[in-house]
């Protein structure tokens, strides 16, 4: 069974930093492109980080460009998101996603349970 759990989110000043982990189980983590996508209230969802399977890869929007990281322990089935000075429109539900995951049962994309950012003074 494939599983995404997330942890590391809460209150954080603007300005301030905070780090994200995704702990995945099930398939070849070192196989997987993984990706943090968050999603404020009342707005779709905007990927902000995405890291291909050997972590060679890394891809930002403008918006976080500078600011988000996302490495990948392939030995701890690790992905975090290292976020660093962090602004009112970063809060959101960020969410990590396995993009394209095999197992035996086929090809899907998985999702954790999403965790909260909130961004505030």
């Known amino acids: 069974e494939v599983q995404l759990v997330e942890s590391g989110g809460g209150l954080v000043q603007p300005g301030g930093s905070l780090r994200l982990s995704c702990v995945a189980s099930?398939?070849?983590?070192?196989?997987?492109?993984m990706a943090w996508v968050r999603q404020a209230p009342g707005k779709g969802l905007e990927q902000v980080s995405v890291i291909d399977g050997d972590g060679g890869s890394t891809t930002y929007p403008d918006s976080v460009k500078g600011r988000f990281t996302i490495p990948k322990y392939n030995a701890k089935n690790t992905v975090s998101l290292q976020m660093n000075n962090q602004k009112v429109r970063d809060q959101a539900v960020y969410l990590c996603?396995?993009?394209?995951?095999?197992?035996?049962?086929?090809?899907?994309?998985?999702w954790g349970q999403g965790t909260q950012v909130t961004v505030s003074s």
């Open positions: 996603y396995g993009d394209r995951v095999a197992t035996p049962e086929g090809v899907s994309d998985y």
């Open positions: 099930g398939f070849p983590f070192g196989d997987n492109a």
